[in-house]
């Protein structure tokens, strides 16, 4: 049984810092795809960023130079260390996986729906 657990939400000020973790279980961190995701109520859930086995990363533009996403393989725990934060990440956040990685014609695809397995999310809240 897979379960994902998201800790490290929480208030903080335009400009500020937090870093979400994701504690997996029942699969292995090392050898499958994982992403962050977020949504904000009456949106769609949208991508952040994503983790390959392989050590490709993949970032949502507006997150990129702000946010890092990492993995301690050894504690099977997925990092996502957000700095400068603005208003506009306020959102609840979700830690996904998968087993594998979707490719079609060489293209990585790590849209929500190529992810099976998702955390109960931690909420972000950024005031301006």
């Known amino acids: 049984q897979v379960q994902l657990v998201e800790s490290g939400g929480g208030s903080v000020p335009a400009g500020g810092s937090l870093r979400l973790s994701c504690v997996a279980s029942?699969?292995?961190?090392?050898?499958?795809?994982m992403g962050w995701f977020r949504q904000v109520p009456g949106k769609e859930r949208a991508g952040v960023a994503a983790i390959a086995p392989s050590g490709e990363i993949m970032y949502f533009p507006s997150v990129k130079g702000r946010f890092t996403i990492s993995k301690d393989n050894a504690k099977n725990i997925l990092y996502l260390q957000m700095n400068n934060l603005e208003a506009d990440d306020t959102a609840m956040y979700y830690c996904?996986?998968?087993?594998?990685?979707?490719?079609?014609?060489?293209?990585?695809?790590?849209?929500?729906?190529?992810?099976?397995?998702w955390g109960q999310g931690t909420q972000v809240t950024v005031s301006s």
């Open positions: 996904a996986a998968e087993r594998r990685c979707v490719m079609s014609d060489g293209v990585w695809y790590w849209r929500p729906q190529d992810f099976g397995y």
């Open positions: 029942g699969i292995t961190a090392s050898s499958s795809c």
